[in-house]
């Protein structure tokens, strides 16, 4: 954005958000490098159109509820480490949403972003702007260690393309996210979203047509292909997102069980059980899907 571009931003922040949501927002932490972003590419009044048209989706479409925020660190470092699903990856920019208009004081969400989505041509930059990264490793570093709060996905593109019949079976976990959390010192917050996994139902999965077009998968859903592109749009389902209690697996163990991948993978099974554990609990609790 230019100058004026981000007046505008700021202004029409200023007449959808609330002041204390506004106020907030512009308190939060931001290291600008001098152009207006950070190293990252995140741009402040980006993040806050984000929260603007998030606001909407978040408060009256799937009127989300979130339990366990008082297990989120205040100010310092920590990974939030979450399901995934719903064929169009929301789930994250909900958590983003909750973090930022729940949270006191508020914190902006740093997601890792598959790179498959990260690829698409004016998306990436998108997401950059809007302040998540791609997961590589350095950047994860570096985000880490300025105490920033980083959401990841292990499942990746498997979880939000599982067929509906898997819905709330968690997918293999990638190590990745564990031996970062190791090296850096950092807590891991186990997390979870229900109703997602009904927001898109894929009932079918074209792979021939997706290795075609280089998708990770073609989903078929009551309403996707046949409606065109309004029917990849989700279903008025019930957010909930929990978060459970940190897990201090650095102060366990050393930086060197990274060099164990047996132990490392103990580790990542026990963080995906407590994950499935979470999402079993947030299944038996609630009343209905759309309610």
């Known amino acids: 954005m230019n100058k004026h571009m981000r007046r505008v931003a700021e202004e029409v922040s200023k007449n959808i958000l609330t002041e204390e949501e506004y106020e907030s927002y512009k308190e939060l932490p931001f290291f600008d490098e001098g152009h207006g972003y950070d190293i990252f590419g995140f741009e402040k009044e980006s993040g806050m159109l984000s929260v603007v048209m ?32 719903g064929i169009v990856p929301i789930d994250g920019a909900m958590i983003f949403m909750d973090c930022l208009l729940k949270l006191k004081p508020p914190r902006a969400i740093r997601a890792v972003v598959d790179r498959f989505f990260m690829g698409f041509p004016f998306v990436g930059m998108l997401l950059r702007r809007m302040g998540q990264i ?27 393309g599982k067929h509906f019949s898997q819905r709330y079976k968690l997918e293999r976990f990638g190590v ?57 749009f989700p279903l008025p389902v019930k957010y909930r997102i929990y978060y459970g209690e940190p897990l201090y697996l650095h102060e366990k163990y050393s930086p060197d069980i990274i060099d164990n991948p047996a132990k490392i993978m103990e580790l990542v099974e026990e963080v995906k059980s407590t994950v499935q554990q979470m999402i079993n609990k947030g299944l038996e609790e609630r009343a209905g899907i759309f309610v």
């Open 54 to 85: 998030g606001k909407f989706l978040y408060e009256k479409y799937f009127r989300v509820e979130s339990f366990g925020r008082e297990n989120i660190p205040k100010k310092t470092r920590g990974m939030l480490v979450c399901n995934h699903s």
């Open 134 to 160: 791609n997961g590589m490793k350095r950047d994860f570093q570096e985000l880490l260690r300025r105490e920033e709060l980083t959401l990841v996905f292990p499942e990746g593109t498997h979880g939000v």
């Open 176 to 232: 990745g996210f564990l031996e970062i959390a190791l090296s850096e010192r950092t807590p891991l917050i186990p997390t979870c979203v229900v109703g997602a996994e009904e927001q898109a139902p894929m009932i079918f999965n074209i792979k021939p047509l997706a290795r075609l077009l280089g998708f990770p998968y073609f989903p078929v859903t009551p309403t996707f292909p046949h409606l065109g592109p309004l029917g990849i």
